[in-house]
């Protein structure tokens, strides 16, 4: 077994052990949502029409919330030094990290989104494209995450550098995704808006993977 | 000259408040831009030759 | 030609020649800006005609278009610069990155400002998301990450590098994020007015516009040269030739 | 803490050190750490970097692991750049830093599991034994966030009974062992060398009774 399917299965493995850190994104997630009706209006027909949008904010915080320590705990015990002393390509292992990040923070809020997507009266037609959209955004917002959280490791409070750096380039992905779940609501075709989420998940899988192996080095030289 | 008198230039029409707030916003920027490496470069300079007094003073106790 | 760029390209990597070959520099920057800005907004504002729709809140445009072309272009050459940092090794490609960034964010604000200025009497609101002033907002907010990242970073050549990384993938982001924004902005507001109408501009009005666009460039060039003078000074400053000169400003 | 049995030498290593240096030079924070150093690390070396603290020794043990490029000279292996050979080179030699790359959620199993997984003949078995040897029968199963600084070394240093690499390269490995750990190491160290591995090493320990000890004095330069 390579250091990078190693690596994979450890780190599921303490996800394991620390649920919190694939539950918080959760709670996190299912809170936002309870705040707009409770702030905004609770009218099932407004909430119906915001409802595409509102997910797909929700989960994007989400997702930024658990970026933080994708390689803080890394950096800090020395397991990032045994990765660069092992020879191994750091384009794999960053893979590797993005998706035990995916698994434990996108994965969850996919499956969990149509369920809550009812509490916010999302229209029956919209929940394939929710579903599909998340499917295929969350890996982006992960990739993209990561050369964020491995430039801003060895920051110190690098929490809300990290949130600065990294939200501008999740424009598009919040776009696209909200747009299909909104169209698909209102009864339009939506599967332009999917394939450009395909095709930005297939750019940043072959692009983000060099940003990370060369910002991760940069934590090295401490 | 496209304005017929200097009150009429000033005034641009209805516009004259936004008119001149986007030129005096930017002449602003501009001037600060411009300022910033001189007080820079002045601050660098006074650091460093205090440095170097400070190292020629330790230089010629030793 | 060849040979004589790569010598160019062999002397820009020295610290000390930038220095002195751009004080000499300087001055034939700094005068034509200073012209082409003095000339273009006199012309702009009392010369050129007003639009026959806007009336003369139209004359924010000489200084909107040119702030907002360079904003972006700063911004392409600030990664472009950090990218012959990170594969070249080129210390004086970080410096000058560092320098382009305030000044780029600086000019990216300058449009953003104005377009808001300007849509209040066009529009009737302080802010309208249209989808240039939008897709600004975000390059500020690219500007910003990258100037927070470089100065959170606690050495000189990580930051740099952090700072060259991060505007690299801004740079390849940038078309992704315009043309998401104006998907957008077309499917949800498809009868706005334009605050800029490219087609149809008279003779008298677009003159100035250039002049200010070639302005605006030399400004440009002129601040990116006065900063990148001051990193040259601060990393070089235990070396001999900056202390000499230090020394001799007493 | 004895050695159990001997270890059979011919079965261990495929490949014996040949480690050098040549005018590596290095220089932090405008300042000079180390100048044209050269030397050579072959079998049966056992060779200390010495030297007061901020001296450079860390710096020079990682460059020599391959973990840092920015030095001016070269480090070969086998008369070959160790940056060209660096998978092969990364086999051969074993890295440990004075972060240990524990996980605190995972036990000592599996933390040992996880370093080694770059070794594919190493048995599970291999595993216990070695766990066993470093006096941690009984506490396979429970979390490292439970065992002492000392035990939680011990479970890096176990690594060193596994993997069959004959160049080591170590960081400050006495620290926070107690008296009876600091003597087993020693003793694993002459064996090593004995056996024909070779070791690069910083300590403020005292290595006198192994007389294969060469040092290296690195001293703070104006």
């Known amino acids: 077994m390579s250091l990078v399917t190693a690596t994979i299965k450890r780190d599921l493995i303490i996800a394991a052990r620390n649920p919190g850190e694939w539950l918080n994104p959760l709670m996190f997630f299912l809170m936002v949502l309870a705040l707009f009706p409770l702030a905004v209006d609770p009218d099932p027909k407004f909430l119906s029409k915001i409802a595409a949008g509102v997910v797909w904010v929700a989960a994007l915080l989400a997702t930024l919330l658990s970026l933080d320590a994708l390689f803080k705990a890394d950096v800090e015990d020395g397991t990032l030094e045994q990765w660069l002393a092992s020879g191994e390509s750091l384009y794999a292992m960053a893979l590797g990290k993005v998706f035990v990040h995916w698994c434990i923070s996108g994965l969850p809020l996919t499956l969990v989104a149509p369920l809550l997507a009812l509490m916010m009266n999302l229209p029956d037609d919209a929940y394939a494209a929710l579903f599909f959209s998340l499917l295929l955004g969350t890996p982006i917002l992960s990739l993209?995450?990561?050369?964020?959280?491995?430039?801003?490791?060895?920051?110190?409070?690098?929490?809300?550098?990290?949130?600065?750096?990294?939200?501008?380039?999740?424009?598009?992905?919040?776009?696209?995704?909200?747009?299909?779940?909104?169209?698909?609501?209102?009864?339009?075709?939506?599967?332009?808006?999917?394939?450009?989420?395909?095709?930005?998940?297939?750019?940043?899988?072959?692009?983000?993977?060099?940003?990370?192996?060369?910002?991760?080095?940069?934590?090295?030289?401490? | 000259m496209f304005f017929d008198s200097f009150a009429e230039f000033i005034a641009m029409g209805k516009h004259g408040f936004y008119v001149w707030l986007c030129y005096g916003i930017t002449a602003l920027v501009i001037i600060a831009n411009i300022l910033a490496p001189i007080r820079q470069r002045k601050k660098l300079f006074e650091q460093q030759a205090r440095l170097q007094r400070r190292e020629k003073k330790n230089a010629s106790e030793a | 030609?060849?040979?004589?760029?790569?010598?160019?390209?062999?002397?820009?990597?020295?610290?000390?020649?930038?220095?002195?070959?751009?004080?000499?520099?300087?001055?034939?920057?700094?005068?034509?800006?200073?012209?082409?800005?003095?000339?273009?907004?006199?012309?702009?504002?009392?010369?050129?005609?007003?639009?026959?729709?806007?009336?003369?809140?139209?004359?924010?445009?000489?200084?909107?278009?040119?702030?907002?072309?360079?904003?972006?272009?700063?911004?392409?050459?600030?990664?472009?610069?950090?990218?012959?940092?990170?594969?070249w090794r080129m210390k004086m490609a970080a410096w000058v990155a560092a320098a382009i960034a305030p000044i780029g964010a600086s000019f990216c604000f300058l449009a953003l400002?104005?377009?808001?200025?300007?849509?209040?009497?066009?529009?009737?609101?302080?802010?309208?998301?249209?989808?240039?002033?939008?897709?600004?907002?975000?390059l500020l907010f690219l500007y910003f990450g990258v100037m927070a990242l470089q100065k959170a970073m606690e050495t000189d050549d990580t930051s740099a590098k952090a700072g060259a990384i991060l505007s690299l993938?801004?740079?390849?982001?940038?078309?992704?994020?315009?043309?998401?924004?104006?998907?957008?902005?077309?499917?949800?507001?498809?009868?706005?007015?334009?605050?800029?109408?490219?087609?149809?501009?008279?003779?008298?009005?677009?003159?100035?516009?250039?002049?200010?666009?070639?302005?605006?460039?030399?400004?440009f060039a002129t601040l990116i040269f006065m900063r990148t003078r001051n990193e040259v000074l601060w990393h070089e400053r235990k070396k001999s030739w900056v202390k000499k000169l230090i020394e001799a400003e007493k | 803490m004895t050695r159990s049995a001997p270890v059979d030498e011919s079965k261990w290593f495929t490949t014996h050190c040949d480690l050098s240096a040549h005018d590596v030079s290095c220089e932090r924070d405008d300042r000079i750490l180390f100048e044209n150093l050269s030397f050579t690390v072959k079998k049966g070396d056992l060779i200390q970097l010495a030297g007061p603290n901020g001296a450079g020794k860390t710096t020079l043990l990682r460059l020599m692991a391959g973990l840092n490029q920015d030095f001016d000279g070269e480090v070969r292996w086998y008369d070959e750049n160790i940056q060209s050979c660096f998978q092969d080179y990364a086999r051969q030699r074993l890295y440990i830093g004075h972060l240990s790359a524990i996980k605190k959620v995972l036990t000592p199993l599996e933390n040992l599991r996880w370093f080694v997984s770059s070794w594919p003949e190493v048995s599970e078995d291999a595993l216990w034994q070695a766990l066993e040897e470093v006096t941690l029968a009984g506490y396979e199963d429970i979390p490292c966030q439970q065992l002492s600084a000392g035990q939680q070394r011990r479970v890096a240093l176990a690594r060193l009974l596994v993997t069959p690499t004959p160049l080591w390269i170590l960081d400050e490995p006495f620290t926070a062992l107690d008296k009876a750990g600091v003597a087993w190491l020693e003793a694993l160290l002459a064996l090593h060398v004995n056996r024909g591995g070779s070791v690069l090493i910083t300590s403020h320990h005292a290595l006198s009774d192994i007389p294969a000890l060469r040092q290296i004095e690195l001293g703070v330069q104006k």
């Open chain 1, 144 to 222: 993209l995450g990561a050369v964020g959280a491995a430039l801003t490791a060895g920051v110190r409070s690098g929490g809300l550098l990290l949130s600065l750096v990294i939200l501008p380039l999740y424009i598009p992905i919040l776009i696209f995704g909200a747009s299909a779940v909104y169209h698909a609501g209102i009864g339009m075709e939506y599967a332009g808006q999917l394939g450009f989420l395909a095709s930005f998940l297939c750019i940043s899988m072959t692009l983000t993977p060099f940003a990370v192996a060369g910002a991760l080095k940069l934590n090295l030289s401490r």
């Open chain 3, 113 to 138: 400002i104005t377009g808001a200025i300007w849509g209040k009497p066009t529009w009737g609101t302080w802010w309208v998301w249209d989808a240039r002033l939008t897709s600004m907002l975000l």
């Open chain 3, 1 to 87: 030609m060849w040979e004589a760029l790569k010598r160019l390209y062999h002397r820009m990597g020295s610290p000390k020649w930038f220095y002195e070959i751009s004080a000499r520099w300087l001055p034939w920057f700094a005068i034509p800006a200073a012209l082409c800005l003095i000339v273009g907004t006199v012309w702009g504002l009392a010369f050129a005609p007003a639009d026959y729709q806007q009336g003369n809140s139209f004359r924010i445009i000489y200084i909107h278009v040119p702030a907002a072309i360079l904003a972006q272009g700063a911004y392409a050459m600030m990664a472009i610069a950090g990218g012959i940092f990170l594969i």
């Open chain 3, 169 to 219: 993938v801004g740079l390849v982001n940038i078309p992704i994020i315009k043309y998401s924004v104006e998907w957008w902005n077309t499917l949800h507001q498809p009868a706005t007015l334009k605050l800029t109408e490219e087609s149809t501009m008279a003779m008298e009005m677009l003159i100035p516009l250039l002049i200010m666009i070639v302005g605006f460039y030399l400004l």
